[in-house]
């Protein structure tokens, strides 16, 4: 009963560098989202997928990119880092389109 | 102006005491609503899921919903010390779009 994982769960960067947050489902379920959370903001959308090998941009897409390879798996990338992308990072999957959808753990991230 | 509205709080509670959790929308084209908890450093989980106006009870938990007003409920019935935790309304049109509220913090004091 994994549900939704994702990796890490914690990381410090310092400004420019690069890293690739992982995120894992096993309900087979064809959209997965990646959110962010920031204090009095809520979560809000950076990127989406509605099946294997597709992405799409969200609300707030600047300075991530994502890849679907496999259904199972949605990566969110930061090429360079910035204090700004400070935030707890969501994965989250759906069924389809109007579901509720089902969370990951979160990844606490630092930029400095 | 936001397209979801949700007071953060906190709210402060004694154990057992009723608790009305609100938010208001925007966009009268949205017709499912959610209702989420979320645990200090843990993922949000589904607590209700509505479709349409009216109540929704799933034990000590009532959701609401007035699409006529564009305002959703949350109830909590004799509420325990485990209920602390931030809720987040949530609600979408049918797309792949669900827009969050940005949660209101709950304190229930034993």
């Known amino acids: 009963n994994a549900g939704v994982t994702q990796t890490p769960k914690f990381r410090v960067l310092k400004t420019g560098q690069s890293m690739t947050l992982l995120c894992a489902q096993d309900?087979?379920?064809?959209?997965m989202y990646w959110y962010r959370q920031d204090p009095g903001m809520g979560l809000r959308l950076i990127h989406y997928?509605?099946?294997?090998?597709?992405?799409a941009k969200g609300e707030v897409p600047d300075g991530y990119n994502v890849s679907r390879l496999k259904k199972q798996n949605f990566l969110l990338g930061l090429e360079s880092a910035a204090p700004s992308q400070t935030s707890v990072y969501f994965c989250?999957?759906?069924?389809?389109?109007?579901?509720?959808?089902?969370f990951g753990q979160g990844t606490r991230l630092t930029v400095v | 102006q936001k397209e979801v509205e949700q007071d953060p709080g906190p709210l402060s509670v004694p154990e057992g005491a009723i608790v009305s959790l609100n938010c208001t929308y925007s966009?009268?084209?949205?017709?499912?609503f959610m209702w989420y908890r979320q645990y200090s450093r843990k993922g949000p989980e589904l607590l209700m899921y509505?479709?349409?106006?009216g109540n929704k009870e799933d034990g000590r938990f009532t959701a609401q919903v007035d699409k006529s007003s564009k305002y959703i409920s949350l109830f909590i019935r004799d509420s325990q010390p485990s209920d602390s935790a931030t809720y987040l309304c949530?609600?979408?049109?049918?797309?792949?779009?669900?827009?969050f509220g940005a949660g209101t913090r709950l304190f229930v004091k034993a």
């Open positions: 989250a999957s759906t069924p389809g389109q109007g579901w509720a959808a089902f």
């Open positions: 309900m087979n379920h064809e959209y």
């Open positions: 997928s509605v099946g294997e090998g597709t992405t």
């Open positions: 966009n009268s084209a949205f017709q499912y």
């Open positions: 509505t479709y349409s106006s």
């Open positions: 949530a609600t979408g049109a049918g797309g792949f779009k669900t827009i």
